[in-house]
T-cell receptor
Framework: SQQGEEDPQALSIQEGENATMNCSYKTSINNLQWYRQNSGRGLVHLILIRSNEREKHSGRLRVTLDTSKKSSSLLITASRAADTASYFCATDAFGSGTYKYIFGTGTRLKVLA | NAGVTQTPKFQVLKTGQSMTLQCAQDMNHNSMYWYRQDPGMGLRLIYYSASEGTTDKGEVPNGYNVSRLNKREFSLRLESAAPSQTSVYFC???????????FGNGTRLTVT
């Protein structure tokens, strides 16, 4: 079964608006990562946030992590048409001894020009 | 700097045929992974190799075998392909288990 589940499954917004997508997971983690996938391509890493961090920024991206609720959110501010892609969260399995990253089912974001 | 290279890009197999998907990385990464991506299912981990000489099962290992040939190369073998293995296969690598994954561009496999 999937460790992470993204919400919503699909999101359509106008250029310039903010986009928020959420990720919930089931077991304790060492860190959580967000990735972007453009159609037909491999995934590209966006941000890694560790379990002892609560918030992280990278350019127009802001990621929060709430380990008590086992959830994370990715905020893209001032969205652009080029942000149209699928976004995935990935979590590892804390205490497994190795980092086995499990991905969620993704959020498909469409930014309308 | 090529990053993660997967070959072939496309492949069509008949049920029962075998093939090996190749993956090589030039970033001197320790860990390597094989995922499959099906519509609506996200990515599912097939096998991974935390370091050279070790391999472990992921979420969906049945029907697959892997070989960590050396630090650079991690291959995925389908011994007897089935239509359920029609998917897009991604290889990824990371410096350590606690660092970002770098993905190849995928192999699109169709089993008829």
């Amino acid at each position: 079964s999937q460790q992470g589940e993204e919400d919503p499954q699909a999101l359509s917004i106008q250029e310039g608006e903010n986009a928020t997508m959420n990720c919930s997971y089931k077991t304790s983690i060492n860190n959580l990562q967000w990735y972007r996938q453009n159609s037909g391509r491999g995934l590209v890493h966006l941000i890694l946030i560790r379990s002892n961090e609560r918030e992280k920024h990278s350019g127009r991206l802001r990621v929060t992590l709430d380990t008590s609720k086992k959830s994370s959110s990715l905020l893209i501010t001032a969205s652009r048409a080029a942000d149209t892609a699928s976004y995935f969260c990935a979590t590892d399995a804390f205490g497994s001894g190795t980092y086995k990253y499990i991905f969620g089912t993704g959020t498909r974001l469409k930014v309308l020009a | 700097n090529a990053g993660v290279t997967q070959t072939p890009k496309f492949q069509v197999l008949k049920t029962g045929q075998s093939m090996t998907l190749q993956c090589a990385q030039d970033m001197n990464h320790n860990s390597m992974y094989w995922y499959r991506q099906d519509p609506g299912m996200g990515l599912r981990l097939i096998y991974y190799s935390a370091s050279e000489g070790t391999t472990d099962k992921g979420e969906v290992p049945n029907g697959y075998n892997v070989s960590r040939l050396n630090k650079r190369e991690f291959s995925l073998r389908l011994e007897s392909a089935a239509p359920s293995q029609t998917s897009v296969y991604f290889c990824a690598s990371s410096q350590t288990g606690n660092s970002p994954l770098h993905f190849g561009n995928g192999t699109r496999l169709t089993v008829t």
